[in-house]
């Protein structure tokens, strides 16, 4: 969150490796938790992310990759914060979904 908010170059880098190892089917609390937590971080520094259009498009597939996840009952809370989440990313940078 502080390299983020910070500006520290690499910090791209760092959020990318970290969101590979959110692993989709895993509903464990640790899963869960790292979902959430890099999703608020890239909600909370849209601008920031906005400047790099390949973690844009990555951030995009990983998400949508966790839904399917994340329509249980228990976890409905998450789900459409990600629903949410991924339908504005699209909207507003929907050049940088193409590349997918």
Known sequence: RELVRSGVAGAGD???NTMRNIIGGNTSTRNLWL???MMNIFMDNKAW???LPQLVSGVIYTY???LQDHV???LKELG???VTFVIQLIRERFSDVLTL
């Open 35 to 37: 979902a959430d937590q």
């Open 49 to 51: 992310l906005f400047t």
């Open 80 to 82: 459409e914060k990600e």
């Open 14 to 16: 760092v959020c990318w």
């Open 72 to 74: 249980k009952p228990n």
């Open 64 to 66: 949508l990759r966790l």
